[in-house]
């Protein structure tokens, strides 16, 4: 639980979001962006302090989401996803989020734990 709580409120600086920017930048230019690249620099961009830089994080992660056919991946984005939103305070998108994963896999214990430490969250802003 410690980690996840630590996802949450752990912040990516701004030389590392600039980084990971121009590696996504350059390959998108090369017309080489892989899922790869593209996973990296959203979740990069979803650790950001910024709420603009999780917005953008948030929109790649869609994108990816929408493109694969892989349930794994499927899994892994909506995990972030959710994990972007809760980082917006937008807890309720981000719970939808975490129960189509746990409705699907219902003993996945990194998003039990994230949904979890969300419900904590709401219930002390009062948003419960």
């Known amino acids: 639980m410690a980690d996840t709580k630590h ?16 590696v996504y930048n350059k390959a998108k230019e090369a017309n ?6 593209k996973f990296s620099f959203a979740y990069c961009l979803v650790r950001s302090k910024a ?12 994108e990816l989401y929408d493109s694969t056919t892989q349930d794994g991946a499927k ?10 939103n809760a980082r917006l305070s937008e807890y309720e998108t981000a ?6 994963i746990l409705h699907i896999q ?3 214990h990194q998003a039990k734990d ?15």
């Open 106 to 108: 219902p003993g996945n």
């Open 7 to 22: 996802l949450l409120d752990e912040i990516v600086l701004p030389n590392e979001i600039e980084r990971y920017r121009v």
């Open 32 to 37: 080489q962006l892989t899922d790869q690249n």
């Open 75 to 84: 899994r892994d984005y909506l995990y972030y996803l959710a994990l972007g």
């Open 114 to 128: 994230l949904k979890e430490e969300i419900t904590r969250r709401m219930t002390r802003e009062g948003c419960m």
């Open 51 to 62: 709420k603009d830089d999780v917005r953008q994080g948030l929109t790649l992660l869609r």
């Open 95 to 100: 719970l939808k989020f975490l129960d189509a």
